[in-house]
């Protein structure tokens, strides 16, 4: 059972590398880098390519690990107690059970996607050291314990908003998806547009990496607007022509509002350019 790239997702070497070692580990695979570079749709093309079930947990900034386990829902009982309901004698009816519990008792193994980890309380990663460490938990409530069958396959990811402990860390093999280069994403364009003109993904590569390169950006483009963009080029049919006549220098290049996403860094290139403009004078 290995991880391969798969028809819709190209997967470097390094990242197949450290997908597999998690796996013959089993440890949480956690996987940091830049907003776009595809660490959630990771754990999808993983799922796909070993053929198994996925359940995601995405995480917000109000999500506590309990969670993640179970909840009871002690004011439907209540109510249900004062409707002189049956079913409020036995106390199991009330627990809802959480991902992380549904992916212990799957009735086949699972990848279990924890997204955005970085988003949660900074105790939320040490509350599940123990139930990602044994993969096991106690249910207090009917006095059982959820304990896996078979481990599932843990994917967790991570912005880097906030430092997990290193408590946490210790337990997880780490790997960082660092930007694509050039050839890489090239690649990347085709798996998506199969019958993109190579002129235009040349010549729109060539924009994009110059404006990744502007000094000050506060936010560079990233691959997944590398997409949007390209996309959008189709749809419009603009030529290659029409993006290698386009200086960063001196003008933004066409549809830039994929690439760009707020307005201190449309402000900062059309500074640079009307710079430039008057010292070409």
Not at 55 to 83: F, M, N, P
Not at 106 to 125: N, S
């Amino acid at each position: 059972m290995r991880f391969e790239s798969t028809t819709s997702y190209v997967a470097t070497e390094d990242l197949k590398v450290a997908v597999n070692a998690a796996i013959n580990l089993e440890r949480p695979l956690l996987v940091k880098g830049e907003p776009g570079t595809g660490k959630t749709i990771l754990a999808h093309e993983v799922a796909a390519s070993l053929k198994m079930p996925l359940l995601t947990w995405h995480i917000k900034s109000t999500t506590k690990a309990q969670h993640g386990l179970y909840e009871y829902d002690a004011v439907a009982r209540l109510r249900d107690g004062q409707l002189g309901e049956a079913k409020v004698k036995d106390i199991a009816n009330y627990i809802r059970p959480g991902k992380l519990w549904q992916a212990f008792t799957h009735e086949k193994r699972c990848v279990l996607l924890i997204d955005e980890i970085d988003k949660a309380d900074i105790e939320f990663p040490n509350d599940l050291l123990q139930e990602l460490d044994r993969m096991e938990f106690f249910v207090y409530e009917t006095g059982q314990t959820i304990k896996a069958a078979t481990r599932p396959v843990v994917i967790i990811t991570s912005n880097n908003e906030k430092e997990l402990p290193d408590a946490f860390l210790r337990r997880c093999f780490f790997h960082y998806i660092r930007f694509p280069d050039r050839d890489t994403m090239e690649e990347i364009v085709h798996v998506h547009f199969p019958d993109v003109k190579k002129a235009l993904v040349r010549d729109a590569l060539q924009a994009f990496f110059e404006l990744r390169d502007v000094p000050g950006m506060k936010k560079r483009p990233s691959t997944s607007e590398l997409l949007d963009w390209i996309k959008l080029l189709m749809s419009d049919d603009i030529s290659a022509e029409a993006l290698r006549t386009k200086d960063l220098k001196t003008v933004l290049p066409p549809l830039h509002g994929a690439l760009v996403k707020n307005e201190q860094d449309v402000h900062l290139l059309e500074r640079l350019a009307f710079l430039s403009r008057r010292e070409n004078r």
